[in-house]
């Protein structure tokens, strides 16, 4: 994949970079692909069931408010959307299981983790532009994240 510096070089200003500053805790820290995306707070039922359909090689984008009091992603989410077939994750928000997911072929930026488990009601929308960080995500739009960030299509 292209380094995203050398893509902001090329295309400058197209392109939204993301000023917030996630930790990379995948297997893999280097992913692109199409946004898709889930908008949900502390309940992660949403988050489950999309990683539990076809990804197509789709970045998921999870606006999580940037709340840190639950994760919404473990390793067993992660595994089913590494088998699912999607690049990674991006999410505004906390992860757990940090250990195993580190040990996936699959990219995750997130805030930070937390060993606590979200709700399950299943509140919250999917594939409905989000903003994080001041950045849009709208689904559909290219998006590459590596070590120096993450950068998105306008
Ligand atoms: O069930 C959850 O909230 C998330 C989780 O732990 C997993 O994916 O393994």
Redesign the pocket.
């Known amino acids: 994949m292209v380094a995203t510096a050398d893509l902001y070089d090329e295309r400058g200003e197209e392109l939204a970079s993301l000023p917030l500053q996630l930790r990379d805790l995948g297997g893999v820290t280097e992913f692109s692909g199409p946004v898709r995306t889930v908008k949900c707070f502390e309940d ?1 039922a949403l988050v ?1 069931a999309v990683c539990a359909t076809p990804g197509e090689g789709a970045v998921l984008v999870v606006d999580g408010g940037g709340s840190l009091r639950s ?1 919404l ?6 595994a089913s959307a590494v088998e699912h077939g999607w690049a990674g994750a991006i999410i505004h928000g906390a992860i ?2 940090s250990v195993a997911i580190g040990n996936l072929g699959f990219g995750v930026k997130a805030l930070g983790t937390n060993p606590r ?2 709700a399950k009601a299943g509140a919250g929308v999917t594939d409905q532009p989000v903003e994080i960080g001041g950045v849009v995500f709208r689904p559909g739009a290219m998006v590459w994240a590596d070590e120096d960030g993450v950068l998105v299509e306008r």
């Open positions: 992660n489950k994760a992603m473990g390793d067993l989410i992660a757990r299981d488990k979200s």
